[in-house]
């Protein structure tokens, strides 16, 4: 059986050539059926997790690439159909994502930066809005004191008024 794994697991591409794994299987003498069927059982289960593979490779690729556009940076390689490239995706991978890590680290070092200056802002509009507070308090203490003048000024200018023609008394002589 290990000889039978060997061609299914060596050759990059073998998983879609079914039908000449089984024939391989029968050159080596595999010919009742319950062999042929486990050979084609293993064959169907590389070939569905080759496509599986491939599947989430492709996933992985487009991701990759969206990435890049988000970052800002295109990468240099790119990607081709070959086994071989496709099976080397780190170094498809990790400048994007180097370059995201970057990225997001940097925004959240301005984000960290505003929430200061929010912070800052926000206590000189706690200050500003409790002078502007003093400032209309001290207002509204200042127009009583007005209307208090007012009305004792008021008070005074009508008691000192003299009829026309009434006596002035003077105060000074007794």
Excluded at 5 to 29: C, R
Excluded at 65 to 86: A, K, W, Y
Aim: hydrophobic share 40%; glycine share 6%.
């Amino acid at each position: 059986m290990e000889i039978i794994k060997m061609p299914i697991t060596s050759q990059a591409g073998a998983y879609l050539h079914v039908d000449e794994v089984i024939e391989v299987a029968k050159l080596l003498g595999l010919n009742s059926l319950d062999e042929i069927s486990v050979v084609e059982e293993a064959a169907d289960g590389a070939l569905m997790l080759e496509l599986e593979w491939k599947s989430t490779l492709t996933h992985v690729v487009e991701a990759v690439r969206r990435l890049d556009e988000v970052v800002g940076e295109v990468s240099n390689s790119t990607f081709s159909n070959d086994n071989n490239d496709m099976l080397d995706t780190n170094g498809h991978v990790v400048t994007p994502v180097t370059s995201a890590i970057n990225r997001i680290q940097d925004l959240q070092g301005k984000l960290e930066a505003t929430y200061a200056g929010h912070d800052a802002l926000s206590s000189a509009y706690k200050e500003v809005n409790e002078q502007y507070n003093d400032l209309l308090r001290k207002k509204e203490l200042m127009i009583e004191i007005l209307y208090e003048l007012y009305n004792d000024l008021k008070k005074l200018v009508i008691g000192s008024c003299v009829p026309m023609g009434a006596p002035r008394i003077n105060s000074n002589q007794t």
